[in-house]
């Protein structure tokens, strides 16, 4: 029990394991040898024998399949929390029992992250802990999905990503002294399985897995693959169903948003658009992480929708390096000038938008010049969120086998990018002002006590008095005070009328796109050289591209079978001249 505590109070967050080589290696002061003066008698070296690890024999307990108690631990990002609370919801359902204490369960099931080292490494130590504890265990996410082979998990139960409706049959025959291995890849999960909310008022759902870029840095493609996109009619359901449960908040999850769609024949606009007609008054819509080179293509759209008073002005838009030379090395098929026309155009036709945004400090080859471009950037915008992040090799991939920037410089470069970043404040501009706020949770601190957690319409985050029955609802609030992560203030109206929405919203949007398409068929029929042109539907001008194309075609094979024909008779000719 000791050694089970041991590692499973560990704090495993990636923020304090970041530099987990110092946590692991400290100065050790060497001993001064002893001199005798006097003789020396040699003895015999003591053999020391290895002490072996106990072999990893769970303990089974024989109940009534279903009765057990399971305790979840899950690691990373959105997509793998709402992934957790699908494979909950299926075993609650089904008649286990979760539980907050991994000593009380039966079962230890944990989804892991392979995002960075330090991720997998609190997730290797989790299941060291759980194996020492003699706990059945089943492990899930994109480790043991990006990599099979991983050593420490050969005699464990392990579920796939695109396996999780699956779980229940797992957990019960791992629980019967059998190991599973489900890693291989089928159709996406149903988003109608149960679920058990971490936040009963936050529904996260999954658009879309995997994505369409190959980052050389990147292990996570190994594990979610392509991309892969959920129907607009399955999240426009489970939208609805979640609120008509309460729900006060969606947030859509994927490894990429912006690429939603791509291989449907659809697009990210497209399902927020129809996201939003069916949100009701009390609900809020959070939009998840995207790459900029396919929001790039509907920036007018994006920001019509992130200025709609039911979604948050808010989106994190990663960038990583701010020079060309290292995201051309990283792979990441956009330049620094589409990323600053992205935010150019997002801050200038959002009020207050929030972008939220990653750095790689210390990717290889990075010259210091090349990162103080990326030192540029971030100064230049003055992110309110900025993820900072040393380089990790992941095994694997391109990168890991790039010439590496020495350690300490790679330390010295995130301790610059951290500095820059803490020398600014971002909410000033939001004190003496009135905000509408959704409460969605509360949180304990030593400075503050227990609070209520709230966020404003560009997603700013807010802490207020406690009051448990404010949690799930909208208040107005006065900006009191402004700190760098957050603000504080008081509330003035605690039953709100929600901000209105104009019915006509998208229909203004629709008629300039209509305009616009009407224009260019105008132009195009201009440049034709025959007057009827104008006059003729798109797709009869492509009808008689292609028989176009087909006649021209037909002709270049009668133009061949003739060269044919006409070298055939060549050649016999010469042959009848040369027997004459």
Known sequence: QKEFLKFWKMECSTEELRDIEDLL??????????????????????????????????????????????????????????????????????????????????????????????????????????????????????????????PGLEDISVIGITQIDRVVEVVEETLKGNKVKLLSKKELPSLDLPKIRKNKFVEIIPINTGCLGSCTYCKTRHARGKLGSYQPEAIIKRVSQACSEGVTEIWLTSEDTGAYGRDIGSDIAQLLTEIVKVLPEHAMLRVGMTNPPFILEHLKAIAKILNHPRVFAFLHIPVQAGNNTVLEKMNREYTVEEFEQVCDYLLKHVPGMTIATDIICGFPEETTEEFKDTLKLVDKYRFPVVNISQFYPRPGTVAFKMKKVPSNEVKERSKAMTDLFESYTCYDNLKDTEQYIWINDKESSKKHGVALVGHTKNYVKVLLPYEEELIGKCVKVRITDTFKWHVAGEITDRNPQYPAVDEHYFAEEKEINMMEEASTEDKSSETGSETTAAHTKPETIKTVSATRHSNKQSLDTLLVKIAIVLFGIGVAFLILHQLS
């Open 25 to 150: 290696m400290g100065d050790v002061a060497e001993q001064p040898r002893k001199e005798f003066k006097t003789h020396q008698v040699k003895r015999k070296k003591k053999t020391t024998e290895k002490v072996e690890e106990p072999a990893y024999e769970p303990k089974f307990i024989q109940n009534i399949p279903g009765t057990q108690k399971i305790y979840v631990k899950t690691f990373g990002c959105s997509h793998n929390t709402s992934d957790s609370e699908f494979m909950m919801g299926q075993l609650s359902e089904y008649g286990y029992k979760m539980v907050e204490d991994p000593q009380e369960a039966d079962l230890l099931l944990i989804n892991s992250c392979t995002v960075k080292n330090p991720s997998q490494d609190a997730f290797m130590t989790m299941v060291n802990g759980g194996k020492k504890a003699q706990k059945p265990l089943v492990v899930a996410g994109c480790v043991p999905q990006g990599d099979r082979n991983i």
